[in-house]
């Protein structure tokens, strides 16, 4: 076994433990379980990781709108990873992609906010058919 498999393992186990521990997460600590879970279990866990970033973002930091942002934008990176492995799964991108828009809208950033809002009608229309 590598050094770096073994780096993997652990850091396995301790986003399991922290999330099946007897206290319940912050979400920070739910973010950092599912990023490192989403690698080893994708289908299970990148739904769980785009959600919770979402939440994260908005509950935490919509003071900080780059930090939001770039959140968001990892939001949107998990639901298009999902797609990617389940095309039946475009309600989770479509969903991050919704949060993405509006943070782009508050912060005055309308031309890539209307460029995510074609995104989702193209996807809405696709799932139509």
């Known amino acids: ?9 652990h850091a396995v186990l ?10 319940k997460p912050t979400v920070a600590q739910r973010v950092e379980a599912y990023r490192v879970l989403a690698r080893v279990s994708p289908l ?4 769980l990781l785009a959600r919770t970033l979402g939440k994260y973002a908005i509950r ?3 003071h900080e709108p780059l930090i939001a942002l770039a959140l968001l934008a990892e ?6 990873r999902m797609v990617e492995l389940e095309p039946v799964r475009g309600d989770l991108l479509t969903g991050s992609l919704a949060a993405y828009r509006v943070q782009l809208a508050v912060m ?9 809002e074609a995104e989702i009608a193209r996807l809405v229309s696709a799932a139509e058919r």
Do not use: F, I, K, N
């Open 75 to 80: 939001s949107v990176a998990a639901g298009r």
């Open 14 to 23: 301790r986003a399991r433990v922290a999330l099946l521990g007897s206290g």
């Open 60 to 62: 935490d930091y919509a």
């Open 108 to 116: 005055g950033r309308q031309e890539e906010a209307r460029a995510v």
């Open 44 to 47: 299970a866990y990148l739904p």
């Open 1 to 9: 076994m590598t050094h770096s498999a073994h780096t993997d393992h």
